[in-house]
């Protein structure tokens, strides 16, 4: 079956840096696009970024650009998402997610298949 397990979240203080992993599993990595996305309290899921499958074109929130970047390695079946110069406002769970026609939609609900989330708090 397909999983994706997140990994790296924590507490860091503000202008830090963390990277995410999303380890899949179940599928060709290759085939899909890997979009990550936050939901903090009280707020509605938000997209963050998101890398396509063939080429590996990426997309950024424009709250993130500049300070995210997100990669990945299918050799290893795992996209991460290093992110820097964090600020309060990232603070949330942060989810991967597939579209398994590999083309990074704006639209969540294309998404199918989701991890458990790893919460990132930044705070002092």
């Known amino acids: 079956q397909v999983q994706l397990v997140e990994s790296g979240g924590g507490l860091v203080q503000p202008g830090g840096s963390l990277r995410l992993s999303c380890a899949t599993s179940?599928?060709?990595?290759?085939?899909?696009?890997i979009g990550w996305f936050r939901q903090a309290p009280g707020k509605e899921r938000e997209g963050v970024s998101c890398?396509?499958?063939?080429?590996?074109?990426?997309y950024y929130t424009d709250s993130v650009k500049g300070r995210f970047t997100i990669s990945r390695d299918n050799a290893k079946n795992t996209v991460y998402l290093q992110m820097n110069s964090l600020k309060p406002e990232d603070t949330a769970v942060y989810y991967c997610?597939?579209?398994?026609?590999?083309?990074?939609?704006?639209?969540?609900?294309?998404?199918?298949?989701w991890g458990q989330g790893t919460q990132v708090t930044v705070s002092s």
């Open positions: 179940g599928f060709t990595l290759d085939y899909y696009a």
């Open positions: 997610a597939t579209d398994n026609f590999g083309l990074c939609p704006s639209d969540g609900l294309r998404y199918v298949s």
């Open positions: 890398i396509s499958s063939s080429d590996g074109i990426t």
